[in-house]
């Protein structure tokens, strides 16, 4: 089945930097990578995805790049607000779309002010 | 729009104990999924619904765990008897095929086994 490792655990920045976080994927066969952020005591929200046909998408401050032939994705925040911290998590999922998500452990983002 | 609800939100049970937890998924949501996160660990998925029928239970962790839908709308996970270990936040996510992938998560609901 699919694994998905996401690095880093923990990361701090400071106010106004930008962040990466990056994950990895093993199934091959993986077509839909959704990025969610948990503020603590709340339910996940999808906050940007990307399908396996596109390389790059961006939404305002967030972006998502993907490498098919690496088997790997990654998040990118600019210009970081305090409202960005939270618990991010990278997933995956594999045929036709509507199955259940593999999740990264997810990245602890703390922004410094 | 409501969004995905789930009952109750913590619920703090005896080792051996019976608990029955509820998720109402977006109406017109034919997909309904479980997931749990146990305390620092990754959110793993342990079965997905279409309508009323079991389309992928590979993650439920053994027979303890009984997931059903009734009428492809709401749906409940009874763990019995619960163990030490069935502790954690459970989540119930919701998705309508064939519109986007996105999945829409609810609160979860907080298990605690004692």
């Known amino acids: 089945g699919e694994n998905v490792e996401q690095h880093p655990s923990t990361l701090s920045v400071q106010e106004g930097d930008s962040a990466v976080i990056k994950c990895t994927y093993s199934?091959?066969?993986?077509?839909?990578f959704p990025w969610y952020k948990q503020e603590l005591g709340k339910r996940p929200q999808l906050i940007i995805d990307?399908?396996?046909?596109?390389g790059e998408k961006k939404d305002q401050r967030i972006a998502v790049t993907l490498n098919k032939t690496a088997k790997h994705f990654s998040l990118h925040i600019t210009e970081t607000q305090p409202e960005d911290s939270a618990v991010y998590f990278c997933a995956a999922i594999a045929g036709g779309g509507a199955d259940g998500l593999t999740f990264g452990k997810g990245t602890h983002l703390i922004i410094q002010p | 729009e409501a969004g995905v609800t789930q009952f109750p939100s913590h619920s703090v049970i005896e080792k051996g104990q019976t608990v029955t937890l509820r998720c109402d998924p977006i109406s017109g949501h034919d997909n309904l999924y479980w997931y749990r996160r146990v305390m620092g660990k990754e959110i793993k998925f342990l079965l997905h619904?279409?309508?009323?029928?079991?389309?992928?239970e590979s993650g439920m962790p053994n027979n303890r765990f009984l997931a059903e839908r009734t009428g492809g709308t709401y749906s409940t996970l009874k763990v019995q008897p619960a163990e030490l270990e069935d502790s954690g936040v459970y989540f119930c996510?919701?998705?309508?095929?064939?519109?986007?992938?996105?999945?829409?998560f609810g609160p979860g609901t907080r298990l605690t086994v004692t």
């Open positions: 199934d091959s066969a993986s077509n839909y």
């Open positions: 990307i399908r396996s046909n596109v």
């Open positions: 996510a919701s998705s309508f095929s064939g519109v986007s992938y996105e999945q829409y």
């Open positions: 619904f279409v309508k009323e029928s079991k389309q992928d």
